[in-house]
């Protein structure tokens, strides 16, 4: 039976009683009609996962004491880091989706020249706070502890170069590399995806300096919300816990 895992932003500790918000309590009493003593999964980054019983069933704010603990090994023994170019809220929302999904350790949105999508600080804000929305439902859909890594979005030329012992990638259709070449002595990977009209060849030319290596994924060119998850995919299963 599936269990019903809550993500909470509070410190858990066996023992303690812990109210959830009004979104959290709404869901458990509400959508899944649990009450009085039923049980269900509390998680908030740490780590472990914690059990939990309801003690009063409140739609707008559920009393639960916390039970034991158990730490969670969901993440993947890669760090894959996801450079992916700012794409339209729902394209956006999948690729974060499924990227934490497939153990992405952190997600990075870039602005490059086509990059279509631009964001007012109001916006940008409000965008945030979604994504990061996303990636809990995310986790406690999957089983993850963790929440990966989530940066505000930067322009392309503000990147670092890749340090010593990452690997960075830059997804290039007209590429030659394959992932079944890499032969990998790292277990850091930053993987760089762009736009629906892809990076310029001059954008292409700096990412190289900054270490990444041109990468195709095959003959048949993706989308760029396809792109992202398809190369974590692949590298999950070349090299690391798939």
């Not at 890749?162 to 890499?182: F, M, V």
């Amino acid at each position: 039976m599936r269990r019903t895992r809550i993500f909470v932003d509070d410190a858990l500790k066996s023992g303690d009683h812990i109210t959830l918000s009004a979104v959290s309590s709404h869901y458990l009493t509400r959508v899944l009609r649990l009450g009085v003593g039923d049980k269900c999964t509390l998680l908030n980054d740490s780590g472990f996962e914690f059990s939990a019983q309801i003690l009063i069933p409140k739609h707008s704010g559920a009393v639960l004491e916390i039970g034991a603990s158990d730490a969670v090994n969901a993440e993947s023994n890669l760090r894959i880091t996801l450079e992916q170019a700012l794409l339209r809220s729902e394209k956006m929302s999948l690729v974060l989706q499924k990227s934490c999904e497939l153990g992405v350790a952190a997600v990075h949105p870039i602005l490059s020249e086509r990059t279509e999508v631009r964001l007012s600080d109001e916006r940008e804000e409000k965008r945030l706070r979604h994504w990061r929305e996303v990636l809990i439902s995310a986790i406690e859909q999957c089983g993850r502890a963790r929440l990966p890594g989530l940066a505000a979005p930067r322009k392309l030329h503000e990147l670092k170069p890749c340090a010593a012992g990452e690997i960075g990638l830059l997804l290039d259709p007209g590429a030659t590399l394959r992932l079944r070449d890499l032969r990998p002595e790292s277990t850091l990977f930053r993987v760089a995806v762009g736009p629906e009209g892809g990076f310029t060849e001059a954008e292409l030319k700096w990412l190289q300096r900054l270490g990444y290596r041109r990468l195709s994924m095959g003959p048949r060119v993706l989308r760029t919300e396809t792109a992202g998850p398809a190369v974590i995919a692949a590298l999950q299963a070349l090299y690391g816990d798939a």
